[in-house]
């Protein structure tokens, strides 16, 4: 500055130098000055000065100033950087209206900065094909920031289209381009071509970075493929680049069946130094839902924390007591929110278990299995709660179909080689359906349900072996038990009407 004051001549690329330096070090008040006291030096009708000038207000978010230099100079190179500043700030559709407004040819570099301030991929679409029309051909900035539109909008069809234009094109591509497009299919639930494109980040000369495997983890996640998600955070490990959305991601794929891996990722991530936020809670509170006081206990860990909880937290804790019928422990939590989802919860929780889905736990067996009929009395005796219902499987088809478990109905298959357990609407069959009984059932019963730490090949493994030699082993019956007493209204089938005594006789 006090050079152009006490007359120092300087030239053209020094002053723009200057200017530049000014805009790196987020001095774009410096940067104006210097180019309008230049006025002498012929400075203002420089289109790299003004260039300069204008990228250094964008980078201190000065969209104001950057439109107002874009105003005054029919440059490309300044309207690129004014559009830069506006994409900055948030204030893209008036970028797309300087860039619409230009008369002169379009450069590559202000095509690329109208896709980047894209948010809806039908313009994207078109400033490509008016690329095309001028015949200018997209780098991988271009395909990049047109991926990342497709994947904003939920698009993963038309991201994978541009990802593979890439290569018919010869556009080298690098990791941004590999994360939007994996970004693209996590927002699409298409876990399988996410790793496909994870695959083949890693086969090339390209290093992912922990980003990429987020994506893949989340998009495995998204759809219950847990064990892939937990596979891509264990590489993630080896390399010690995991990070706190890694492990979120990695727990909300844990929900349903996995809530003991999703303590034990919980558990790891404070041996790495990983500080646990609110997000993490929620995830790991889903996966044990059917355990109210694993719910609890991670309730009050992001109290302690000083963590402070969002709209979901209270809504989860008092349906996970609902579901274990704990009615007054789901009112209590609502005083401690305001959130609606905890009210509809809490209703929820105090209907009667008769008409509140998800309370009860349904137990369809083998009528004619003397191993189920055993079990099923064995069930009954320690529930005291009266949590489980019952059903043989011959009696409840058309029920167990309105579930998707039809398949297990099937008369003259192996499908009655299992019991099925519907809590809510999630259906359980196997060793998960036994250990999903144990979990409602009085202690120290209710202790056993610690075996779904047991990898579920080796649970099913055994489960099949009994399953399978149930007959031979402990022998059949012609036609399914006829429960009475107290026992027959546990049953699916009971009608109350059945025990009215008549008026008159």
């Not at 994870?198 to 990429?212: A, C, E, K, N």
């Not at 080796?458 to 031979?472: E, F, I, K, M, P």
């Amino acid at each position: 500055m006090p050079c152009v004051e006490c007359g120092y001549r300087v030239d053209v690329i020094q002053c723009t130098a200057v200017i530049k330096s000014c805009g790196q070090a987020g001095r774009w008040v410096w940067a104006l000055q210097l180019l309008l006291r230049g006025a002498g030096l012929a400075l203002q009708r420089l289109v790299v000065a003004q260039a300069a000038a204008t990228s250094a207000c964008a980078k201190s978010h000065q969209w104001r100033q950057a439109m107002s230099m874009a105003a005054h100079s029919d440059a490309g190179a300044v309207q690129t950087a004014a559009m830069s500043a506006c994409e900055r700030g948030s204030h893209w559709p008036l970028a797309l209206a300087l860039f619409a407004s230009g008369d002169s040819r379009r450069s590559l570099a202000a095509y690329n900065a109208a896709i980047a301030l894209c948010e809806q991929w039908q313009q994207v679409v078109h400033l490509l094909m008016e690329m095309r029309g001028e015949d200018l051909r997209g780098d991988v900035v271009t395909y990049g920031a047109a991926i990342s539109t497709c994947e904003k909008g939920e698009q993963w069809q038309l991201a994978l289209c541009f990802f593979g234009e890439m290569e018919e094109s010869s556009v080298q591509k690098n990791v941004i381009s590999f994360n939007a497009a994996i970004s693209a299919c996590e927002k699409g639930e298409q876990w399988q071509a996410a790793l496909a494109l994870l695959s083949q980040l890693r086969s090339s000369t390209l290093q992912g970075d922990v980003i990429s495997y987020n994506a893949a983890i989340s998009a495995c996640g998204k759809v219950a493929q847990w064990e892939w998600a937990l596979f891509l955070l264990a590489g993630l490990g080896d390399s010690h680049s995991a990070d706190l959305v890694s492990y979120n991601a990695a727990i909300r794929a844990c929900e349903g069946e996995q809530w003991a891996w999703a303590l034990q990722l919980m558990e790891e991530m404070n041996s790495r130094a990983l500080r646990k936020d609110v997000i993490t809670f929620n995830a790991g509170m889903s996966a044990c839902e059917f355990h109210w006081q694993l719910v609890l206990m991670l309730l009050a860990e992001l109290h302690e924390e000083s963590l402070q909880a969002s709209k979901m937290t209270y809504p989860t804790a008092i349906a996970a007591c609902g579901l274990a019928a704990q009615w007054r422990r789901s009112v209590d939590l609502l005083q401690f929110t305001e959130a609606p989802a905890a009210f509809n919860a809490a209703i929820m929780a105090c209907t009667s278990p008769e008409n509140r889905p998800g309370a009860e736990t349904w137990l369809f067996f083998d009528g004619v299995c003397n191993l189920c009929d055993a079990t099923v009395n064995f069930v009954y005796a320690r529930d005291s709660e009266r949590r489980v219902r019952f059903g043989a499987i011959q009696k409840h088809q058309d029920l167990l179909e309105r579930y998707g478990a039809g398949q297990y109905a099937e008369a003259g298959s192996e499908a009655l080689s299992t019991v099925v357990v519907i809590q809510g609407d999630q259906v359980f069959v196997r060793s998960s359906a036994a250990l999903r009984v144990l979990a409602v059932m009085d202690q120290p019963w209710r202790t056993l349900a610690m075996f779904y730490l047991v990898p579920l090949p080796l649970r099913d493994l055994v489960y099949r072996v009994v399953g399978h030699n149930r007959y031979a082993m402990f022998g059949s019956k012609d036609k399914c038990m006829m429960p009475s007493g107290d026992f027959k209204k546990r049953f699916l089938e009971y009608d109350p009407k059945e025990d009215e005594k008549p008026l008159f006789r």
